[in-house]
């Protein structure tokens, strides 16, 4: 599967993009790319912390920040995936930034698919 992957860059210069910046990626990937989710929780907090989550039957899909760390993971039957151990580069990934975003849902999308 990583082979699928070998053009996408991630981006560990620790700048990380605005919830404002964030939200509308990760909503449009969904609505284009993975269009059997729905969106089932969002949340947007003053302090720099935002998350979504998607479904679809027995899988949810959550992506977001804390204060400008990357946070996501797949949960199938209940039970959660951590994308770490099917992909290296996630491992390395901290920082969310559009790059990283971008590499973590075309990831979440293959692994699914």
């Known amino acids: 599967m990583e082979g699928n992957l070998v053009n996408l860059n991630i981006d560990e210069s620790g700048y990380g993009i605005s919830p404002e910046e964030a939200i509308p990626i990760i909503e449009n990937f969904f609505k284009t790319k993975m269009t059997g989710f729905e969106l089932i929780d969002k949340y947007n907090s003053p302090n720099g912390y935002y998350g979504l989550k998607y479904s679809s039957k027995n899988t949810t899909v959550f ?5 400008g760390y990357l946070e996501s993971y797949i949960s199938i039957d209940g039970d959660e995936i951590s994308l770490k151990d099917y992909d290296n580069k996630t491992k390395l ?21």
């Open 63 to 67: 992506v977001g920040s804390g204060r």
């Open 93 to 113: 990934i901290k920082t969310a930034n559009e790059k990283n975003i971008c590499y973590t849902l075309e990831f979440i999308k293959n692994f699914l698919d």
